[in-house]
Structure formats: C-alpha cells, structure tokens
C-alpha cells in the first residue's frame, strides 16, 4: 500500500484564492482526520469521518473552511476564500477506527497565503 | 471532553542518558494510549501504543508505562541518540467513541553530543 496520499505537497496562493487540498487514505481504513499544524498552535484536528460521514467538525476554523467525502477513498479539504493566516501544514490521516487503532498521517500539504 | 497536557514542552538530554515525557489526561474510559515521533520536516508516526489492560510496554529503547488511576501514561526513551531528537506527541483517546481526539502539544527533545 502506498499509504496515505495527499496532494499538492505544496500550495503557494493570493489571499481570495480558493484552495482545495486532497487526500486518498489507506484502503479499508474507515476514518479519516484532517489536522492542520502551526508552531503557534501545534497539531489541530479540523474534521473526521467515519464511513464517509462526518462526525465532528467542531475544530474547523470557521465557515471557509469545508471537508468532504463523497467516498471511502477520497477526501478534500476547502479553503475560500483564503487568507494569510490559514498558512500552514495540513495533514490527512487515517485509520480503522476512531480513538482505538494508530493513524496512518499522509506527508502533508505546506500551504502559503501571501 | 478530553484535556491532554504534555510535558515537559522541551527536553535536552545528552546522548545516551534517558528521556521521560509524560502525558495527562483527564477521562478515565479512554483504553488506547499511542506515542507518536515527528522529526523535522517529517509526518507524526506511531512509535509506540499501550492498551488498558497493560501497565507498561517495551520495544528495544522505548517503553511506555501507563497509570490509570492517577491518568498519565509516559513514553520512555533509553540510551538516547542523535536520530531519536524529534517531536513527540501523546494522543489519549477521547471518553466517548464519537468525541473528537486531542494531540498534547507536542514535547520537542534534543539530544545532545
């Protein structure tokens, strides 16, 4: 397995901009996690799935931020319109099951809001 | 819901002494207790878990102890070297099946030469 896919690795955009981060995690693993990580505020779990079904987005920052997953092998993360504090690595991640088995994280998109 | 803290934040060590961090929480239902490594520029990847039903578990220089009734369970780093300077985060799973998971905040060690 090539483990947990996310893409771009890198996104360099204008504030205003829509952005839409992607991910692809391990097959059969039945949630899935979206963290975003600043050295300011450390690793912040933004959304998860369960069966394709979210469970809790209370961590979204707010209503520019929005996850979909319309299958049990993919993910988006959505940021619109953009802005220079939402400049950070946001991790995907999964696993079998929520709280009780390792988390398989992707490498991470490095995004930059100029 | 579930309050993680972690410490110490940072930890120098000199090479080959021992590190200890510790993580606490505050729900006690919680049976699945992972430590996970994040070196520079890298993704967090598990090191080491211990589940409830044991107090403490080792692979080669890493153990992991846990105590439920005082709610910490600790990572344990022995003979430390070069490689093993990283992030390290504690995960406690939350009480509830469906409330979210909370990350401590990470302890950043150094080992030194």
């Known amino acids: 397995d090539a483990g947990v896919i996310q893409s771009p690795r890198h996104e360099v955009t204008e504030m205003g901009q829509e952005v839409t981060l992607r991910c692809k995690p391990i097959?059969?693993?039945?949630?899935l996690f979206w963290y975003r990580q600043t050295m300011m505020r450390g690793l912040e779990l933004l959304i998860y799935f369960n069966n394709n079904v979210p469970i809790d987005d209370s961590g979204m920052p707010e209503d520019r931020f929005s996850a979909k997953m319309p299958n049990a092998s993919f993910s988006t993360l959505k940021i619109q319109p953009s802005e220079p504090r939402d400049s950070a690595v946001y991790f995907c991640a999964s696993s079998f099951g929520q709280g009780l088995y390792e988390q398989y994280f992707g490498p991470g998109t490095r995004l930059t809001v100029t | 819901g579930e309050n993680v803290e972690q410490h110490p934040s940072t930890l120098s060590v000199q090479e080959g002494d021992s590190a200890v961090i510790k993580c606490t929480y505050s729900?006690?239902?919680?049976?699945?207790f992972p430590w996970y490594k994040q070196e520079l520029g890298k993704r967090p990847q598990l090191i080491i878990d211990i589940r409830s039903n044991v107090g403490e578990k080792k692979d080669q220089r890493i153990a992991v102890t846990l105590n439920k009734t005082a709610k910490h369970f600790s990572l344990h780093i022995t003979e430390t070297q070069p490689e093993d300077s990283a992030v390290y985060f504690c995960a406690p799973p939350p009480m509830n099946r469906d409330d979210k998971i909370i990350f401590g905040k990470g302890t950043r060690l150094h080992i030194l030469p």
């Open positions: 729900d006690s239902a919680s049976n699945y």
């Open positions: 097959s059969g693993h039945n949630s």
